[in-house]
């Protein structure tokens, strides 16, 4: 099993949790307990890969993971909803910020930069909060995400975004706009996680094992000489969640010194949060899987 280029909370996962949401937060959270189980079972070959990243990659015993399993698809679907709720009803939500300075530096510095993150927690709830940054932000999804997305908050009273998408398309008609936004010292804010099946991969150690990234994401980080920083959100529980961002780095030297440098940066940052948030992982695919 690989990815398909869309999240695990595609067009009908989304209807479900905006469904759940018109019952109240904490009804919704109630009910998710039901749906989630649910999920466990249907998806079973998921259930499977996340059980395996469990036991083999994190170290669980066989009955913590089989727990783990559920505890993920439970926080992944509260994850969703919060999202949801925060993009129509704008519920009031907490963010603890560790690194704002950091942003507020770069933008000080009027040369934009990259903010770097991966489908682990829930970065997207803290872009809405990111305004007081006062830096226009570009958030950079895959094609078939931003479509099931955008189909399913569609009518649902959402609020103006408080950030532009950019869709990857295999044209490459991204660059133009990211180039256009880097011209404008705005920020980048895009995932290095996944790739899709005509990307160019390189492969480095991740977690004891070694696993494929693109290296057309990792390249765009670094082709133009700007500030990059790694940013996570963790929902901490109820409408709380920790925010925060590194030191931001410029990466110097050849492109192949360059790529290398932030592919062991951006990797060990992945790794020392995935060891810290196991529950917040949220790639429902063979991680690990060599194309």
């Avoid at 790739?195 to 133009?224: G, V």
Wanted: charged share 25%.
């Amino acid at each position: 099993m690989k990815w398909d280029g869309r999240s695990k909370g595609r067009k009908s996962g989304y209807l479900i949790f905006i469904w759940l949401l018109k019952m109240g937060l904490t009804p919704a959270y109630a009910l998710l307990i039901f749906v989630a189980f649910y999920y466990c079972i249907a998806g079973w070959k998921k259930s499977v890969v996340s059980y395996n990243f469990y036991h083999k990659r994190i170290g669980y015993s066989v009955f913590r993971s089989l727990i783990s399993v559920y505890r993920n698809y439970y926080l992944f679907g509260q994850c969703l909803i919060d999202r949801v709720a925060l993009m129509s009803a704008n519920p009031d939500f907490q963010i603890t910020f560790t690194g704002e300075n950091h942003l507020i530096d770069m933008a000080k510095a009027g040369k934009g930069g990259f903010l770097v993150g991966a489908h682990i927690g829930n970065w997207e709830i803290a872009g809405f909060f990111l305004h007081r940054i006062n830096v226009p932000i570009n958030i950079v999804v895959y094609d078939n995400e931003y479509e099931d997305i955008k189909a399913c908050l569609k009518g649902v009273g959402r609020k103006k975004s408080a950030y532009n998408v950019i869709r990857l398309k295999e044209d490459m008609s991204h660059l133009y706009k990211i180039t256009e936004a880097m011209s404008r010292n705005e920020f980048i804010c895009l995932h290095a996680d996944r790739y899709m099946d005509n990307s160019k991969l390189l492969y480095h150690t991740f977690l004891n094992e070694e696993a494929p990234f693109s290296q057309s994401i990792f390249r765009l980080c670094t082709m133009f000489d700007m500030p990059v920083t790694f940013v996570y959100a963790f929902r901490l529980k109820f409408r709380r969640y920790h925010f925060y961002a590194t030191k931001p780095k410029t990466y110097s030297g050849t492109k192949e010194k360059k790529l290398q440098d932030f592919a062991n940066d951006y990797i060990d940052e992945l790794e020392k949060n995935t060891v810290h948030h196991p529950l917040h992982w949220f790639n429902f695919f063979d991680f690990w899987k060599k194309e």
